[in-house]
Nanobody
Framework: QVQLVESGGDSVQPGLSLRLSCAVT????????MGWFRQAPGKEREKVAG???????TLYAASVKGRFALSRPRADTLYLDMNNLKPDDTAIYYC????????????????WGQGTQVTVSS
């Protein structure tokens, strides 16, 4: 199992950038689909990006493709670089991991962080 702790959430103006970090402890060399989810008020939780710890392949939701970039520079660290932020990006962002080598944008996960708030507003 893994433990996940997010940081980096903030309140920013539209068009600006933000980096979210996820510190991973526990089984950091295991096979997981790790990723970032978000949930806005009144909306369902959405997976916005994922990466397979086995293949390194990354996936992005259409709503963020070209603006967000997920990276995993070390086994214990996950980043989400968010550029050209929009008010619709306002949400609580969660780092999460699903056991297994396959990776996709399905909403389920086995382990969750506590979430970090991102607010985009002028």
């Amino acid at each position: 199992q893994v433990q996940l702790v997010e940081s980096g959430g903030d309140s920013v103006q539209p068009g600006l950038s933000l980096r979210l970090s996820c510190a991973v402890t526990g089984d950091i060399f295991g096979s997981y689909c790790m990723g970032w989810f978000r949930q806005a008020p009144g909306k369902e939780r959405e997976k916005v990006a994922g990466v397979s710890t086995v293949t390194g392949r990354t996936l992005y939701a259409a709503s963020v493709k070209g603006r967000f970039a997920l990276s995993r520079p070390r086994a214990d660290t996950l980043y989400l670089d968010m550029n050209n932020l929009k008010p619709d990006d306002t949400a609580i962002y969660y780092c999460a991991a699903r056991v297994g080598s396959a990776c996709d944008l399905l909403p389920g996960a086995d382990y969750w962080g506590q979430g970090t708030q991102v607010t985009v507003s002028s």
